[in-house]
């Protein structure tokens, strides 16, 4: 029943940066793992990163050392510093459970266009 409202994207310039942000209606701190997931045009939803209620962090290739999740549990957010941004990271951005994720329930989500 928790929903989550995604902020931060825009439009960046390629070695930019963005923050997003995903604020949860209810609590989270129950939820074992939180993730940020991606969606190009004509392309499935892709795991960016994820974060465990105990801090344990993972990344998609594409973006390691590059993004980084955090989490929030007093505050129910969960937060995506996005640096050195590429042309190829534009996409919807979403945040979600990973089970939620699994059924396909997805919020609205933020556009990030990377372009020059």
């Known amino acids: 029943q928790v929903q989550f409202v995604e902020s931060g994207g825009g439009l960046v310039q390629p070695g930019g940066s963005l923050r997003l942000s995903c604020v949860a209606s209810?609590?989270?701190?129950?939820?074992?793992?939180m993730g940020w997931y991606r969606q190009a045009p004509k392309k499935q939803h892709e795991l960016v990163a994820s974060?465990?209620?105990?801090?344990?962090?993972k990344y998609a290739d594409s973006v390691k050392g590059r993004f980084t999740i955090s989490r929030d549990n007093a505050k129910n957010t969960v937060t995506l510093q996005m640096n050195s941004l590429k042309p190829e990271d534009t996409a919807v951005y979403y945040c979600?459970?990973?089970?939620?994720?699994?059924?396909?329930?997805w919020g609205q989500g933020t556009q990030v266009t990377v372009s020059s």
């Open positions: 974060i465990t209620s105990g801090g344990t962090t």
């Open positions: 209810g609590s989270i701190s129950t939820i074992y793992s």
């Open positions: 979600n459970n990973n089970v939620r994720s699994q059924y396909g329930n």
